[in-house]
């Protein structure tokens, strides 16, 4: 559907040129849902606006369906991409009424030139799509922050565009309605089979939302999976920041039980297990990550969750609990450990007492060696 | 072309590159693909020459080539003949062997140091008196609980209705040394005290004269600035001064003038360089009693001096053009520091006005006092002139034969009619061209990308160096010179218009960067995004959301071209009168109580317009006069403008 090849964008600053978009690769399949993930400046939005024809690339290959529309030298103007997008500001035009802002796109796409009467059928229909139906003929500045948000969505669907591009669409929203206008987005393009691509840097939404997720960071891609491997199999303590908290420990590499494993020395001599990433393969030093959330603990006494919990899949690590926040949903315990601070994510019932000294318990195959 | 150039591959690529880079105007749909991408290998594009570079950049910014294009021809090439003929020998239409003999004789002229001088001297004391009435009523409606400050505000606003011509010659009819309606009185009460004069004690007629009245008319632009400082000025500054123990008067002192320091310094420097171009009080005022100025002295020189001699005429013009382009281009200096240096946010409260105590009701009238000077004085003499009898002098005592008999006559006048309807176009089509052009350069200067906008903001506001009479005299050689000439524009409204578009292209685009500044640049992509072409999305969204500025504009410059006096006055000849210079024109031939009467019909005309635009400007940008209620005017173009979001069309000037 989508291919995007060594895609370079430099802007001229003062100190020269400036590459926002760094050899850039990835293939987006029909259908598929895909985010670009990453801290604002990480040319995520430039990539996007690049596909939408927003900016000229400085060189590169970009692929809509077969056809070339950027490198280095030709250019398809944005109107005669098969493409909409929807913008974090959504860019709703204050001068025309709602129905008016969906109807838009139809005088330049889609079957022919539809008629009058077919049009405005067309934009009511898209309007239902996002429940906005009732509020055709309103005007476009009397609309609050989330109906903007649909008539938007509805803006860009209504001409059934073969790539959807959303920039940040939910990051002017309240929390509440961010989640369920996730859900509602996620739907949509699922019912209708539009490839989309998501620009984002709230990783839950990334997260919850994608097919597949490309990190990035100063320009480039770090790494390109499932929600499922970003998260529990980060390539890199920054791809694995940028998906959520994690805990990092520094340590070298003394052996490997199996093909797997890797057998790792701390700093402090303590000796723990993980599995062996990609990137950490003929490394000696190396960073071990696990998510707060896969901390458990035993109090030093024995007793306590894991006091059951097979040992030999485990890391044991002797800890001194120095602080504990009571956030309602979890708690959020900073643990002392001769080779750190480790964070742990506990459940809001879990009995611990600070100052009080406990052994950490993460499961091997929850810890990664990069 | 040398060979060497002819055989750099880039150049022979060039026309190929840029049909298929794609401008709007040119908007080939790509088919197929070149054999490198087909064999799917990727090359790295060639390396950039300079020329390649000039393309790229001019790709895709066709908006910033074209307003280039547009504000040379206006801008760059009435200078250049400006700069040839003070070059040449000869006339326009006849020019000479290029000489420096125009240079020499120019200097030659004790005149033009005395110019010179009189210039500078009268727009520095002028703006100082402005600036320190202007910072006083600026304070005293902000800032203090004076009564009616409402009342005052439009007071301080009136002067910009009555065109500066109108009120010179009224104030030459009140201090005429000798027959001044003010000196008569005024001698016959000294006379009570035992001091006897023949003439005075004022004249207008003098470099004094030509301050006073300067001095006046520099107040509104300054007072309109120093208010929109104190609006967006952060009060809490203040009362955190305060709340430290420094009272109102250290506050003032040590906290709210350094900080506002570079404002009131970008005020008065905008004050002095408007100063520097004031025509009308040299003209009337400073003619008469052989007081030279810049502006006049190549008034002088072209039109009333005969033989004509444009030569001098122009190197006039080259000087007068360089000291304003140095003083606007520290203008630029300091409005760029003053930005950085004051971190401005609007707040939605007022702070706590300074009680003046018993001086409430005596700062009312000092506002009122500079009503009287500057409007209903002006606009009393020139409506008791209109109704004397003709060929009455101006004297208090003939006031017992008044009559209407002059304005029953002037509608039957064919003149007259020809004059209005001269007016009327020229308003029309100046306005209209000039907000046409502001939109197209301010478009490329905002949206456009590259180093061109640099250039185009430059040149789109370095007209506001231009004196009005210099850019008259410039495009005089700009159409009587080949290849100007083959248009014949010499003599016709056209000439008039290109001329007062110059002029105001400079205000015209700084209101249009504002306004499209506002527009969020993604409701514009958003169009693109929806399939429309770039010509289609300034027809569908940037047109229609830019209208309130647009028409705001329109007004604005429409009603500066209706009173505007000195281009009209030197382009103008037979066929092309219009009515400001037609005014003086009059005055001139002796016809005082006619034109008094045209002048009178033209301020009735422009003081609602000045309101309602005042008002208009203020409701657009969210703050206008102080505290107003809504009334029916605003309410009324809330409706005209139904759909339009709020939009600020940035700092409005006068």
Same mark, same amino acid.
């Given at each position: 559907m989508l291919k995007v090849q060594n895609l370079r964008k430099s802007f001229m600053s003062e100190r020269g040129?400036?590459?926002?978009?760094?050899d850039v690769s990835f293939l987006v399949a029909s259908g598929e849902f895909f985010t670009l993930l990453?801290?604002?400046?990480?040319?995520k939005s430039t990539t996007l606006r690049c596909v939408a024809g927003l900016e000229r690339i400085t060189s590169g290959l970009i692929e809509i369906d077969g056809e070339a529309v950027a490198t280095g030298t030709r250019f398809v103007e944005a109107n005669k991409r098969p493409i909409s997008m929807v913008f974090q500001s959504y860019a709703?035009?204050?001068?025309?009424?709602v129905l008016e802002n969906v109807s838009f796109p139809l005088s330049y796409r889609?079957?022919?030139?539809?008629s009058r009467n077919d049009r405005r059928e067309r934009a009511m229909e898209a309007l239902k799509l996002v429940q906005l139906d009732h509020l055709a003929?309103?005007?476009?500045?009397?609309?609050s922050g989330g109906q903007q948000q649909r008539v938007a969505l509805a803006r860009s669907l209504v001409v059934r565009p073969k790539l959807l591009l959303l920039d940040e669409?939910?990051?002017?929203?309240d929390a509440k309605l961010r989640e369920e206008m996730r859900f509602e987005i996620k739907e949509l393009t699922n019912r209708l089979g539009i490839s989309t691509i998501y620009v984002t840097h709230d990783q839950a939404e990334a997260l919850s939302m994608s097919d597949r997720i490309a990190v990035m960071s100063g320009g480039k891609i770090l790494q390109l999976g499932t929600p499922r491997e970003i998260y529990l199999?980060?390539?890199s303590p920054s791809v694995a920041r940028i998906a959520g908290n994690v805990n990092v420990l520094q340590g070298t590499v003394i052996?490997?039980?199996?093909?797997?494993?890797a057998q790792i020395k701390l700093p402090s001599g303590a000796l723990v297990r993980a599995r062996i990433g990609e990137?950490?393969?003929?490394?000696n030093g190396v960073e071990i990550m696990f998510r707060p959330e896969l901390v458990g603990v035993r109090s030093s006494?024995?007793?306590?969750?894991?006091?059951?919990?097979?040992?030999?899949?485990m890391n044991a690590i002797p800890a001194h609990v120095s602080k504990i926040d009571f956030t309602g949903d979890h708690l959020k315990v900073f643990f002392d450990t001769a080779d750190g601070v480790v964070i742990g994510k506990l459940p809001p019932d879990q009995i611990l007492s600070a100052d009080s000294d406990v052994t950490l318990l993460v499961k091997v195959e929850n810890c990664v060696a990069q | 072309m040398p060979a060497d150039i002819r055989g750099v591959p880039s150049h022979r690529e060039l026309p190929a590159m840029r049909s298929a880079a794609g401008s709007p105007f040119n908007?080939?749909?790509?088919?197929g693909t070149s054999p490198i991408m087909s064999e799917g290998v990727w090359e790295q594009p060639q390396p950039t020459g300079p020329v390649r570079r000039y393309f790229d950049a001019a790709r895709g910014n066709w908006a910033v080539v074209i307003a280039v294009l547009v504000l040379v021809l206006f801008v760059v090439v009435p200078l250049t003949l400006l700069l040839i003929t003070s070059l040449r020998e000869g006339t326009p239409g006849r020019l000479g062997v290029w000489t420096l003999d125009n240079y020499r004789d120019a200097l030659a002229s004790p005149l033009v140091f005395q110019a010179f001088r009189n210039t500078v001297g009268v727009a520095t004391v002028a703006t100082v008196i402005s600036l320190l009435l202007a910072g006083l009523f600026a304070w005293l409606v902000e800032?203090?609980?004076?009564?009616f400050r409402n009342l005052a505000f439009t007071i301080l606003l009136l002067?910009? =209705?009555?065109p500066s011509i109108l009120f010179v010659l009224a104030w030459t009819v009140l201090?005429?040394?000798?027959?001044?309606m003010m000196n008569m009185p005024l001698r016959d009460m000294l006379q009570f005290f035992g001091v006897d004069l023949?003439?005075?004690?004022?004249?207008?007629?003098t470099l004094s004269g030509v301050i006073f009245l300067d001095s006046l008319r520099g107040v509104t632009t300054i007072f309109l600035m120093l208010v929109a400082a104190f609006r967006l000025f952060d009060s809490t500054l203040e009362e955190a001064a305060k709340v430290s123990g420094a009272g109102t008067f250290d506050t003032l002192r040590r906290v709210t003038i350094p900080l506002l320091a570079p404002a009131i310094l970008a005020a008065a420097m905008y004050s002095f360089i408007s100063s520097l171009d004031q025509f009308e009080a040299a003209l009337a005022a400073g003619l008469p009693g052989q007081v030279f100025l810049l502006p006049t002295l190549i008034f002088f020189t072209v039109q009333?001096?005969?033989? =004509?001699d444009y030569g001098v005429s122009a190197v006039y013009s080259v000087f007068f053009m360089l000291l304003m382009i140095v003083l606007l281009v520290v203008y630029r200096r300091i409005v760029s520091k003053s930005e950085r240096f004051v971190t401005v946010s609007g707040k939605a409260y007022r702070p706590e006005p300074a009680s003046l105590g018993r001086w409430r009701y005596p700062a009312f009238a000092a506002v009122a006092l500079f009503g009287v000077a500057t409007v209903i004085l002006p606009a009393a003499v020139l409506a008791w002139l209109s109704l004397l009898?003709?060929?009455?002098?101006?004297?208090?005592?003939?006031?017992?034969?008044?009559?209407?008999d002059i304005y029953a006559n002037i509608f039957s006048n064919p003149r007259v009619i020809t004059i209005a309807s001269n007016t009327l176009i020229m308003l029309a089509l100046t306005a209209t061209i000039t907000m046409v052009i502001a939109f197209l350069v301010s478009w490329a200067i905002v949206r456009g990308k590259g180093r061109g906008r640099g250039l185009l903001d430059g040149l789109s506001f370095l007209?506001?160096?231009?004196?009005g009479v210099t850019v008259a005299i410039a495009l005089i050689f700009v159409f009587l010179n080949p290849p100007g000439n083959?248009?014949?524009?010499?003599?016709?409204i056209s000439i008039l218009v290109l001329g007062l578009t110059v002029v105001y292209i400079a205000f015209a685009t700084r209101l249009m960067n504002g306004a499209i500044a506002q527009i969020g640049k993604e409701l514009e992509e958003a169009g693109r995004t929806s399939g429309a072409s770039q010509l289609a999305v300034m027809r569908r969204i940037t047109l229609p959301l830019l209208m309130p500025a647009f028409l705001a504009g329109w007004i604005w410059v429409g009603s500066h071209a209706m009173r505007s006096f000195s281009i009209p006055l030197v382009l103008s000849s037979q066929r092309n009168q219009v009515i400001a210079p037609e005014i003086w024109r009059v005055w001139q031939r002796g016809y005082l109580s006619e034109a008094a009467a045209y002048g009178v019909i033209l301020m009735i005309i422009l003081i609602p317009i000045t309101m309602w635009m005042r008002r208009l400007m203020g409701s657009l940008e969210g703050?206008?006069?102080?505290a107003g209620k809504p009334n029916w005017l605003k309410a009324a173009s809330r409706r005209f403008f139904?759909?339009?979001?709020?939009i600020s069309v940035g700092q409005v000037r006068t």
């Open positions: 040129a400036v590459d926002a978009v760094d990453g801290p604002s400046g990480c040319g709703i035009w204050p001068h025309m009424t889609g079957a022919g030139r539809a003929d309103r005007d476009a500045p009397y609309l669409p939910l990051s002017n929203l199999e980060p390539v052996g490997s039980p199996d093909a797997t494993t990137a950490a393969a003929g490394k006494g024995g007793e306590g969750a894991a006091a059951s919990v097979d040992v030999a899949s | 908007k080939k749909k790509i088919t800032r203090s609980d004076m009564p002067p910009i =209705a009555v201090l005429a040394p000798r027959t001044g023949v003439e005075g004690p004022f004249n207008i007629y009333l001096r005969s033989p =004509a009898p003709p060929n009455t002098a101006p004297i208090l005592g003939n006031g017992a034969r008044l009559s209407f007209p506001y160096a231009f004196p083959y248009f014949r524009i010499y003599g016709t703050r206008g006069k102080p139904r759909k339009a979001a709020p």
